[in-house]
């Protein structure tokens, strides 16, 4: 069975630091990844995706996350945080043991980010 | 293009009624998720379809059931209500499954009292 972990509950961060939000995964066979953040009273909003290629994938808001197949991780990260990157933060996985397989989400982390 | 709109937006419901929820995609997406969300449990996946076919189910009774039309719109269904229940209902649309990324309406609050 696939399965999403988001080891932390809560990240906390002041302004201009850099930012990392931790995923661990597992699936049979090739992951796709997925990264999602969502404010408060919204639906949640795509960042990035890995499917396959550079372990370094760009996407919004500056944000990038990092593909380690030895180490099962996805970590999400921003070179410096912002206070309106204050939010909950979902790391999720579909897998290709067979077609079809739903996608699975970790329990969220909320970022804090201060002034 | 417009996003995924979801009705209604909040509802309040009775233990024992059932609840219908509608989810219109993005024009164009063809694979619609649902998923519950609430506090203690975080995002639950409730199902998947596409293409009018349901691809994927998650670990609910089967109180909880869906459909998706031919215009690619859905809805899913809660029969009898239980006070856990409450929670917020989302509605994903995606172009198709696999690698596609998911594209998330503002959600149903449904509160059963």
């Known amino acids: 069975a696939q399965s999403v972990a988001q080891p932390e509950d809560q990240v906390n961060v002041a302004e201009g630091n850099p930012l990392t939000v931790k995923c661990t995964y597992s699936?049979?066979?090739?992951?796709?990844l997925f990264w999602y953040v969502q404010y408060p009273n919204r639906g949640l909003q795509f960042l990035l995706k890995?499917?396959?290629?550079?372990?370094l994938v760009k996407g919004s808001y500056g944000f990038e996350a990092e593909f380690n197949k030895s180490q099962t991780s996805f970590h999400l990260k921003k070179p410096s945080a912002l206070v309106s990157d204050s939010a909950l933060y979902f790391c999720a996985v579909r897998g290709l043991e067979r077609a079809g397989t739903a996608l699975i989400f970790g329990k969220g982390t909320t970022l804090s980010v201060s002034s | 293009k417009a996003g995924v709109t979801q009705t209604p937006r909040y509802l309040i419901k009775t233990r024992g009624q059932q609840v219908t929820l509608s989810c219109s995609p993005i024009?164009?997406?063809?694979?619609v998720s649902w998923y519950q969300q609430t506090p203690g449990q975080g995002l639950q996946f409730l199902f998947e379809?596409?293409?009018?076919?349901?691809?994927n189910k998650g670990n609910f009774p089967g109180r909880f059931s869906g459909r998706q039309f031919s215009n690619s719109r859905s809805e899913m269904n809660v029969s009898t209500l239980e006070l856990g229940d409450s929670a917020l209902y989302l509605c994903a649309s995606s172009l198709r499954q696999g690698t596609y990324e998911q594209y998330f309406g503002p959600g149903t609050r449904l509160t059963v009292t």
């Open positions: 699936v049979s066979g090739n992951p796709y």
């Open positions: 379809y596409f293409s009018e076919t349901q691809r």
């Open positions: 024009s164009g997406h063809r694979s």
């Open positions: 890995y499917i396959t290629g550079d372990n």
